[in-house]
């Protein structure tokens, strides 16, 4: 099979990390999670208290921010000016965080490039909102997977459960479509699904089925 990079778009919630990492250990590619590099700037950005609305305040901050991925037992790791931030990235505050910085220009110029590079260095999957539509445009493979936002709240209000945390079903259905507004609706480089991309729906799929479906997408546009 040829050299290719492989864009799984959508939003928040939809499984695209879950369904991607699976995919790329399938193909032997290696998985790109582009929203883990927003998350890491969010952090930085929550962490030195930086006033987001602030142009300069907020460019200064970019240019003095270095993220770094790195692959330790096939996991993706994401390095924040030298430290693992990893562990941090994952909480709603962080995601919310987000969801707001990575519509700003500073933030979204701070790793494009570097997004671009992996994908010149190695076959990828790379997941997040603009792969298809903005950072990869010339992806072999393309895939914009959604759910509907009941089942992608219920799927994280059980994760939560799950962790022994304690969750409103309804708030995370309000954070969700409110993350989906923001994602959608931001001039520079919004959440959308690309012209050539396969649409698919996964809130009557399970996780198994869903990968099975990319992979033969995979395997017939690679032919
Ligand atoms: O996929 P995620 O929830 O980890 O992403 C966190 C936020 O980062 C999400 O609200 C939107 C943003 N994001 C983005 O703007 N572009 C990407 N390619 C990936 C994520």
């Not at 799984?8 to 582009?34: F, W």
């Not at 110029?109 to 445009?137: H, S």
């Not at 507004?181 to 012209?195: C, F, T, Y």
């Amino acid at each position: 099979m040829k050299r290719a990079g492989i864009a799984i778009d959508g939003p928040a919630g939809a499984g695209k990390s879950t369904i991607a990492k699976k995919v790329a250990k399938k193909l032997n590619y290696i998985y790109v999670d582009t929203g883990a590099m927003y998350r890491a700037i969010a952090y930085y950005l929550v962490t030195n208290q930086i006033d987001i609305e602030k142009e300069t305040e907020l460019e200064k901050a970019c240019s003095s921010i270095f993220v770094e991925i790195k692959y330790e037992n096939d996991l993706q790791q994401v390095y924040l000016n030298g430290e693992n931030v990893t562990p941090y990235l994952r909480t709603e505050a962080t995601g919310n965080m987000a969801s707001k910085s990575s519509a700003k220009a500073p933030v979204r110029a701070a790793l494009l490039d570097l997004q671009r590079d992996m994908a010149k260095e190695f076959n990828v999957v790379m997941d997040g909102r603009d792969i298809g539509t903005n950072v990869l445009p010339d992806a072999e493979v393309k895939i914009y997977l959604t759910a509907s936002s009941k089942e992608r709240a219920n799927r994280r209000y059980r994760e939560l459960l799950e962790k022994g945390e304690t969750a409103d079903l309804h708030r995370i259905e309000a954070d969700i479509m409110e993350r989906d507004e923001r994602d959608m609706n931001r001039a520079i480089a919004p959440l959308k699904q690309a012209g050539d991309a396969v649409f698919i729906d996964s809130s009557d799929m399970g996780i198994d089925e869903v990968v099975d479906k990319i992979l033969s997408v995979v395997y017939e546009k690679l032919q």
